[in-house]
């Protein structure tokens, strides 16, 4: 039995899938550094916002210092925005790998799942599991006595 031209897995199918991920990732580098600048300057004029789980329990969230990382890798100043959120700075770096994994392969033709569904579910857990554990790390008295 053969696939039809739009059924899941057929060679149009992946291949739209691999458009759209290649758009999304170019789309997202090109919007990236302007979101940067405007968020930048909106800082500069107002300060920085406060985060909310900070401010009711005192404790830092995975993303704590996000903002502040973000506008130091748009003045170029990798050590300070890895000082402010190693954990965005890393996962930044997978997505980056990612994405060009997937655009490689775009230009090899070949226009299959770059790894098994499987493979996205356990990056997931992963990715959950790494956060929790950083943001329990991050908040014990020998990280904040290193970094703060």
Same mark, same amino acid.
């Given at each position: ?6 059924? *899941?897995?057929? !060679? #149009?199918?992946?291949?739209? &899938?691999?458009?759209? =991920? /290649? ?5 997202? @580098? ?18 920085? *916002?406060?985060? !909310? #789980?900070?401010?009711?329990? &005192?404790?830092?969230? =995975? /993303? ?5 990382? @973000? ?22 770096? #997978?997505?980056?790998?990612? &994405? ?49």
């Amino acid at each position: 039995m053969e696939k039809s031209a739009n059924s *899941p897995g057929s !060679p #149009l199918d992946t291949r739209r &899938g691999a458009l759209v =991920a /290649l758009a999304s990732w170019g789309g997202g @580098a090109a919007i990236s550094p302007l979101f940067l600048w405007i968020n930048s300057l909106v800082i500069s004029l107002t300060g920085l *916002p406060d985060c !909310p #789980l900070y401010r009711l329990t &005192g404790l830092h969230c =995975a /993303l704590c210092g996000g903002t502040r990382c @973000a506008i130091a890798l748009s003045r170029g100043d990798l050590p300070t925005a890895f000082y402010y959120n190693p954990f965005a700075i890393i996962c930044g770096c #997978l997505l980056l790998l990612a &994405g060009g994994w997937i655009l490689f392969r775009c230009a090899q033709k070949d226009y299959r799942r770059p790894w098994p569904e499987s493979f996205t579910a356990n990056c997931l857990k992963a990715f959950i599991t790494v956060m929790v554990l950083f943001t329990v790390i991050r908040n014990l008295p020998f990280y904040q006595s290193v970094f703060f």
